[in-house]
């Protein structure tokens, strides 16, 4: 009975992601490489935002999951093709200096 | 006085002091107009602070057919100036100001309230409900788009028009370039109306996800329905960009910031990316919308189900993952490279592919069809030969190779009026002459119609087949001026044939809407055209719960088939209904947001600061107000529908 109460993924998904932040805190703290420290913070980014999403803020627990993931699978395919494509066109390859 | 030295035009001539003038007087005689026949209070109970979504859509349709005439004054003026080589009719400055003002009016202050009108109007009735989702957000997203328009047409009088064009590409929008307080109102104004169309996309991709009558799955939601959540979407992805953009933009002409400029490590090019990141999806926007009428209009009046229904859906689907990946097309000849160009150039070209499928099904709705050749319907007729028109040449365009040829010609100006006129403005215009009667009662002349809708097709070429020759023999666009030996004058005065054409034509519908106010017949019925779709399902005008009870779908045209088969639409027994209250909240918000703008604009700060206090205020009081709304009682419901002519 206590067991089905009390929140136990919440807890853990609260303690993982004080973890996240920990190690994202490294990046501030140690001396290491630009790239090093981009990957560190793009990849516990990421982890945090699809944590809170799943486990703080319920997606897929209602009826209308599938409309919820399709939305942000969308919205991420999105973003990932703008700031892909300014990159490629801004940066990359822009030819005027 | 030198504090109001600032709102003096920097460049004026005698119409802008004559414009003053009749601003002046026609306020005036409103106010006093309302108030000798006792107006206010009506305008205030049944107008201002309405939530109902089909008020707040004649709203949005009413603004929208103001700043066509707006802009098309507009058009007229430069279209003068450009009549004959050398015109003296206008100067350079004038006439930067009035093509920056109509593009930014005619996209976001006429097409845009005009899709949104509709959609508020339509997709509620069309999905079986009582309303939008978040009504009095409807509301607030309405006043805030009012408030954006108005704060940007006071701009020519006071303070002077922004003058970069409607992209208004960094560094020329830049202070350095741009003196006047004109950008600052482009951004601003945008901004304001841009925040209320982000509500409008969260607001409607919620109603049509969640309050669709019971039986309706997405698949059987009729095709407009699907054209707008499509829409919204692309809405709701698209409008933060320009949100951001414009508040860059706006840090850099008042708080000395450098992201957009040329120096101290600024990217000037960075604000023609963001523009067109939000900018192409915008032409998705308004087009698919004007699909989705089209595919209703054609579906009724060629008495056939719609072809394709799945493949239609899969094309707009495809179409919004599409628009966010061509926009660098817009500037293939900033310095990108080849590499780049050809990715972009094969993207667009395969974005004709699912519009061509759309194309194919409307054609193939219409074989062996039962035509019958209403107004709206030829409109949709007329749409699809200059439609294509448009199309060809944006193909063209996409080749980056050769886009280098007609980049920044008249050539360009051609394609993309050909592809707004007809695609979206022709939509519109078919649209309000289809639900013209359930808007108001009465149906709009056809004849009349049809005589008008022929002027503004032919006008239509008329006015811009000329621009596709003078810009592929070098007319550059934004030019106020050319020789006589350039040899671009027949064009143009073609060109100002055509314009003039295109002003009689509206003029026309001015004068039907007024014919069949006075002489069209009232007793209609609920469903004059013998439509398939719910909105035609409940009565005219509709009451404010628009349906006394739920209808139940079972297929894709649940209305026909009650017609035709005599199955029951609405079964169940009238129960008493939940609606919102009217608020005044909304209106309040978009007066102070215009103040808002208004002090911004001259970074007055004292007065923006209060501005921004009376904003936070009201979302304050908006969120500890206690509303539940109200029922209404079934004796009511009851009365209403026997008034109505029974329960249908």
Redesign the interface.
């Known amino acids: 009975m206590m067991k089905e109460l009390f929140p136990m993924k919440q807890v853990m998904g609260f303690i993982f992601s004080l973890v996240l932040t920990a190690v994202a805190l490294m990046v501030y703290f140690f001396d290491m490489s630009f790239a090093v420290g981009m990957t560190i913070l793009l990849v516990t980014a990421f982890i945090q935002a699809g944590l809170q999403l799943v486990l703080f803020m319920h997606a897929g627990e209602s009826e209308d999951k599938n409309a919820i993931y399709i939305t942000i699978y969308y919205g991420v395919l999105i973003a990932i093709f703008t700031i892909l494509g300014s990159l490629l066109t801004m940066v990359w390859t822009y030819q005027i200096q | 006085m030198e504090f109001f030295e600032r709102f003096a035009i920097p460049h004026p001539s005698p119409a802008i002091y004559a414009s003053m003038v009749a601003i002046a007087i026609v306020s005036i005689a409103i106010v006093v107009g309302i108030t000798y026949f006792k107006k206010w209070g009506y305008l205030w109970r049944e107008w201002l602070t309405t939530v109902d979504h089909k008020r707040l859509g004649i709203m949005y349709i009413i603004a929208a057919i103001l700043m066509l005439f707006r802009g098309g004054a507009d058009a007229i003026m430069m279209r003068a100036q450009l009549s004959a080589p050398e015109n003296k009719l206008l100067d350079a400055q004038h006439y930067n100001e009035i093509f920056t003002t109509h593009g930014v009016v005619m996209i976001l202050f006429m097409a845009m309230p005009f899709i949104i009108g509709f959609m508020n109007f339509v997709v509620p009735l069309q999905i079986g409900a009582r309303d939008v989702a978040f009504p009095r957000l409807n509301a607030l997203s309405f006043w805030l788009f009012f408030a954006g328009a108005m704060l940007f047409n006071i701009s020519f009088v006071i303070g002077g028009s922004p003058d970069a064009g409607w992209t208004s590409y960094f560094p020329l929008a830049d202070n350095e370039f741009s003196t006047s307080v004109g950008t600052n109102y482009y951004m601003i104004a945008i901004q304001i109306a841009g925040l209320g169309t982000l509500a409008t996309g969260i607001n409607f991709m919620t109603t049509i996800?969640?309050m669709r009558a019971p039986g309706m799955t997405l698949m059987k939601m009729p095709m407009f329905t699907w054209s707008a959540l499509i829409t919204n979407?692309i809405i709701v992805?698209a409008f933060p960009?320009l949100t951001v953009a414009l508040a860059m933009g706006t840090l850099d002409r008042l708080f000395g910031t450098h992201f957009f400029a040329s120096t101290n490590g600024g990217?000037d090019?960075?604000w023609a990316?963001?523009f067109w990141?939000w900018g192409h999806p915008e032409v998705y926007i308004l087009i698919l919308p004007a699909f989705g009428i089209y595919s209703e209009v054609i579906s009724t009046f060629a008495r056939r189900n719609l072809y394709g229904y799945k493949s239609m859906v899969a094309s707009m689907v495809i179409i919004s993952?599409l628009s966010?990946?061509v926009?660098?097309h817009h500037f293939f000849t900033?310095?990108?490279?080849a590499?780049?160009n050809s990715?972009f150039s094969i993207t667009t070209m395969a974005i004709a592919v699912p519009t061509g499928v759309k194309i194919f099904n409307w054609l193939l709705t219409l074989y062996k069809g039962k035509i019958t050749m209403t107004t709206p319907m030829l409109y949709s007729m007329l749409f699809i030969p200059l439609f294509t028109l448009g199309g060809v040449t944006g193909v063209m365009l996409g080749m980056s190779a050769a886009d280098y040829q007609y980049h920044n010609t008249m050539f360009l100006v051609a394609h993309f009026h050909m592809v707004i006129i007809p695609g979206v403005v022709f939509a519109m215009l078919a649209a309000l002459y289809y639900y013209w009667p359930k808007m108001f009662g009465f149906m709009l002349n056809d004849r009349l119609g049809k005589i008008g809708a022929w002027i503004i097709a032919i006008g239509t070429l008329v006015a811009f087949m000329p621009m596709f020759i003078s810009g592929l023999d070098g007319q550059a666009r934004r030019m106020y001026t050319y020789s006589e030996a350039s040899g671009f004058g027949i064009w143009n005065m073609i060109s100002m044939v055509g314009a003039l054409m295109l002003a009689a034509g509206f003029a026309l519908i001015v004068y039907n809407i007024y014919y069949s106010f006075r002489y069209a017949p009232r007793d209609i019925g609920s469903d004059p055209w013998d439509a398939r779709t719910l909105e035609w399902a409940t009565h005219t005008p509709v009451p404010e719960y628009n349906f006394a009870t739920m209808p139940k779908i079972d297929s894709y045209e649940t209305f026909w088939d009650s017609k035709k088969k005599g199955t029951p639409l609405f079964p169940d027994k009238i129960e008493k209904i939940h609606m919102p209250n009217n608020s005044g909240i909304p209106f309040i918000m978009g007066i102070i947001f215009f103040m808002w703008g208004f002090s911004f604009v001259f970074a007055m700060w004292i007065p923006l600061i209060i501005c921004t206090l009376g904003i936070f205020a009201c979302m304050a009081y908006q969120s500890f107000e206690n509303d539940h709304g109200r029922y209404i009682s079934i004796e009511e419901i009851e009365e209403t529908e026997k008034e109505l002519g029974g329960k249908r």
């Open positions: 996800l969640k979407v992805f960009v990217m090019m960075l990316n963001l990141v993952l966010f990946v926009w660098v900033m310095g990108q490279g590499f780049v990715i």
